[in-house]
């Protein structure tokens, strides 16, 4: 099975999803969580910590440099040796998704097949879970939106869409798909298997994935509750 790689943003149904994906195919050995996120792989972190970004303040240089595209060679050549020394060195896993690395995709496409997943900010962002509002506010900082006059929760939005159209515009230039999360979990049956079929059918991304028992699976575990009602953050957040 080729590995792949499912690329999204925090808290956007990629933990339920992507790992349903996994286990509707047989050949699939899914790494649960991000196996890129230095919080997320604590064996690999030291290493994982030079290169990629996430919440951690002392990743968030690099985080910097991929939302404002600032790479250079050097840079991508130190990525893909920690990717091989990390990744390439192991043969426990084939897919795997990842939530800090919404504008890696020129650095993974060589060696995984691609496909995302993005979810509304209208669903996305709870009026009481904070750690959701302090993962967008981390990319705020790292998008230099912190020196703005706008509110806390204007600028996890914001930060949320700029994340999202890294992603977005790195699926258009390297071609792969990206599933909508809100239809998958509320949409029609015909809207749910449109979105499947992105993974199978128009793109063949997922070797050997069971269509039918995917798309069965997904409407036996969707809930209302994984739909988030739009809100603000309560008052204790900061401001």
């Not at 080729?2 to 699939?28: E, H, I, K």
Request: with cysteine.
């Amino acid at each position: 099975m080729r590995p792949w790689l499912c690329l999204s943003l925090p808290n956007s149904g990629s933990d339920w999803f992507a790992d349903l994906v996994a286990q509707c195919t047989p050949r699939a050995r899914y790494y649960h969580k991000e196996f890129f996120n230095p919080v997320t792989n604590w064996p690999h972190m030291a290493e994982l910590a030079t290169v990629f970004g996430c919440e951690l303040p002392s990743t968030l240089n690099n985080l910097y440099r991929q939302m404002n595209r600032m790479r250079d060679d050097e840079d991508e050549a130190a990525m893909l040796a920690v990717i091989d020394k990390t990744w390439g060195a192991q043969q426990e896993w084939n897919c795997n998704k990842e939530v800090w690395s919404f504008g890696n995709a020129e650095i993974f496409k060589d060696r995984f097949v691609l496909w995302g997943l993005t979810r509304s900010a209208d669903t996305l962002f709870p009026p009481s879970r904070a750690r959701v509002w302090a993962w967008y506010d981390a990319i705020a900082c790292a998008a230099g939106l912190l020196s703005t006059s706008t509110e806390f929760d204007q600028r996890c939005r914001q930060a949320h869409g700029l994340a999202t159209e890294l992603l977005l515009e790195d699926a258009d230039r390297h071609e792969f798909p990206v599933l909508d999360y809100d239809k998958i979990v509320s949409g029609t049956p015909d809207e749910v298997m449109q979105e499947i079929d992105k993974l199978c059918v128009t793109h063949s991304i997922v070797d050997g994935v069971d269509r039918d028992l995917l798309f069965r699976r997904v409407f036996d575990e969707r809930r209302p509750k994984r739909v988030q009602t739009q809100g603000k953050p309560s008052a204790s957040l900061p401001s």
